[in-house]
């Protein structure tokens, strides 16, 4: 196996952006459908665990329990918005209704697809990070205009979730398999990257493991920080791991689709 | 085109250094039953599959470093429907106009023109899963010719089509072919093959077996005629005895003749038989008696 193959500079062209268009085509179809999800989900868990919850709880790290998993909802539903589009949605996309065969028979490659793809998924997230800072801002739980800056930081997030998603798309041998990285990536991740309890009550060792291989632990730390109000030099090194991180998935995911579906 | 062209899947070889040139206006057909390698060889062409080894070249232009441009003026109906289930009629051609960078309003009128063309007019606010096997397929002929292709490859454009379908079908591509583009089809049905085809191939197990048009591969293979008896051992004797070219499959005998008035007399007064018919070859004798009759997979 020649492991340069997965980390090709892949032949992409502007072309790219019509597969986005074509998906964001199909999105407006059910818009109302779509908003629907993001604006209903953040009220049910604030309502639940902020307010329900939070109740028995005391103020974390000196904010009220809500005000603490605020910025979490956002940076889930940005994990979820994505994933979700690039894993079942891509799959669908390519195994079922053969929309990506029927595409790279015009001059886009297999390589501006996938880059649409992504950029969609990316797009899907922060499409659901606008939809959810004013629904929160509603309970005064979030600090502006710091907070604005979480939708251009929801696309980056985005595509590294994106490109999590595609990557499970490409090895997946049937739809119901997208179910096993979920329960053993995903879930743990919704639950242990700081999102409903500090970080710093884990184990060093998991801290440690969080921080290095938990996209979503820097996601909650950044938009915890912004909802706060906070700008600091710290976030620089949350932010630089991201851009690693998204250049290395997305890089990976357009070649392993490449190699899945270029025979 | 195309030279000593090769294509391995792991060990599996499945197109075998395969040579053949389309020449511009022409309408050719690659024949072959299944697993021949013909969808293999026209992924080639169309750039969507690479080259083991060989060369492949499609306008003049190298398919392996020039899929791009060459993709520009293709056109391409696959052998399985893959139409948009998210969009209605109107849309899958719309949409499709865009990958081609097709300036909107010019694509508007393409769309109303090839709807028209291929008589869907009617249905172009149906979504795509609703309408039938025939609609399907004239839709995505309507798809591969937004971007006014200079070639057209067709991998079996007419499988499951009812005889009415089929023969609109036929009619659209002559049509086309009067307008001077060139065709490239893949097909089962021999009769369509004989009818629309100026020059064909037949392929098994990766290689070209024949080449030529179908009159002359049928006169060169068998003969203009074939003349069938019941099949017993005095016949097959005799038939030995004149040296006739003859094939036995089940409890009949096909000799090949040019001269099957001849061979009739002949028979009826040496050999003693009695039921005799005799009818013009067809491509399908031709296809038979090249590729064998065992069942593929």
Redesign the interface.
């Known amino acids: 196996m020649n492991i340069g193959l997965y980390f090709k500079v892949p032949n992409i062209?502007f072309?790219a952006l019509?597969v986005w268009?074509?998906n964001k085509?199909?999105f407006m179809?059910n818009v109302k459908l779509n908003f629907l999800p993001p604006f209903i989900e953040p009220m049910l868990y604030l309502f639940a665990m902020g307010f329900g919850l939070g109740m028995f709880i005391e103020d974390i790290d000196g904010v009220s329990y809500a005000r603490f998993i605020a910025p979490a909802l956002i940076a889930v539903s940005v994990m979820y918005a994505s994933f979700f589009e690039c894993s079942y949605g891509s799959y669908v996309r390519m195994h079922y209704?053969?929309?990506f065969?029927?595409?790279?028979?015009?001059?886009?490659?297999i390589e501006d697809v996938i880059t649409g793809e992504l950029l969609w998924g990316a797009t899907r997230s922060m499409i659901n990070a606008t939809i959810m800072l004013p629904v929160i801002a509603l309970f005064g739980l979030i600090d502006f205009p710091h907070s604005l800056l979480i939708i251009p930081f929801a696309f980056l997030a985005g595509l590294v979730f994106a490109a999590l998603g595609l990557c499970v798309a490409s090895v997946t041998p049937n739809i119901m398999s997208i179910n096993y990285p979920i329960l053993l990536f995903i879930m743990p991740m919704f639950l242990f990257s700081g999102t409903f309890f500090p970080l710093h009550v884990l184990p060093l060792p998991i801290q440690y493991f969080a921080l290095a291989a938990l996209p979503l632990t820097h996601v909650v730390i950044v938009i915890r920080s912004l909802t706060f109000g906070i700008l600091d030099v710290s976030l620089l090194f949350n932010l630089a791991w991201m851009v690693a991180v998204c250049l290395i998935l997305s890089v990976l995911a357009v070649n392993m689709m490449k190699k899945k579906l270029?025979? | 085109m195309a030279e000593d062209l090769q294509k391995c899947f792991g060990e599996f070889v499945a197109v075998n250094g395969v040579s053949f040139t389309i020449e511009d206006g022409e309408m050719f057909g690659f024949l072959g039953p299944n697993g021949a390698g013909k969808t293999t060889t026209l992924r080639m062409v169309q750039c969507t599959s690479p080259k083991t080894s060989g060369m492949l070249e499609v306008f003049g232009m190298d398919a392996s470093t020039h899929q791009r441009e060459i993709k520009t003026k293709m056109g391409v109906v696959p052998q399985e429907n893959n139409l948009d289930p998210d969009f209605t009629v109107y849309e899958n051609l719309l949409v499709f106009s865009r990958y081609f960078d097709i300036p909107e309003a010019d694509a508007r009128e393409r769309v109303d023109e090839l709807l028209d063309f291929v008589q869907l007019t009617e249905k172009k606010d149906t979504m795509t899963d609703t309408l039938s096997g025939g609609m399907k397929r004239r839709l995505i002929l309507a798809r591969a010719l937004i971007n006014r292709p200079r070639l057209l490859m067709l991998d079996e454009p007419t499988v499951g089509l009812d005889p009415q379908a089929r023969h609109l079908m036929w009619d659209k591509l002559k049509g086309l072919k009067k307008e001077g583009v060139t065709i490239v089809l893949t097909t089962h049905y021999l009769e369509e093959a004989a009818q629309l085809c100026d020059r064909l191939v037949v392929m098994d197990h990766g290689r070209i077996l024949v080449e030529g048009s179908p009159d002359q591969i049928i006169r060169e293979y068998i003969g203009t005629d074939i003349v069938e008896t019941k099949s017993d051992p005095k016949t097959i004797v005799c038939l030995d005895r004149q040296q006739a070219r003859y094939e036995i499959i089940g409890d009949t005998v096909q000799i090949y003749t040019n001269e099957p008035q001849h061979i009739t007399d002949h028979l009826l007064t040496e050999c003693d038989l009695t039921t005799i018919t005799a009818r013009a070859v067809t491509l399908e004798d031709v296809f038979l008696n090249l590729t064998g009759r065992k069942l593929r997979e």
Do not use: F, G, H, N
């Open positions: 062209s072309r019509r268009q074509r085509d199909v179809k209704q053969k929309t065969e029927s595409i790279i028979a015009t001059p886009l490659t270029i025979v």
